[in-house]
C-alpha cells in the first residue's frame, strides 16, 4: 500500500504526499474527492479544513472526481474511509 494517502479521503494512491516533511504542499489534485492540498486549504478567501471539505464531499454524494481516470470496479468507499478513521 501507498504512503501516499488523501488525508481527505483515504484515497492511497496519490502520487506524492500532500505535504512533505518540511511542511510543503504537492498541490496534487485527489483523483477520488479532488482535494488539492496548497489550494483547497490554503485559499485566501475561504480556506477549508480538511474535516469540512471532508463533510462537504461526503454530504454531496461522495462522488469519484475525476473523469479521466474513473474509480475501480470494486470501489469501497467505507473502506477507504477508515485509512483516515472515519466509519460510516
Known sequence: MSKNICTVCGYDKLSFPQWDSEGFQSNEICICCGFQSGFDDDAKDNPES???YRI?????GANWFSSLKPKV????LAVQLKRV????
Open 50 to 52: 480538511i474535516k469540512e
Open 56 to 60: 462537504r464531499w461526503i454530504n454531496g
Open 73 to 76: 470496479s470494486d470501489w469501497d
Open 85 to 88: 478513521n472515519i466509519d460510516i
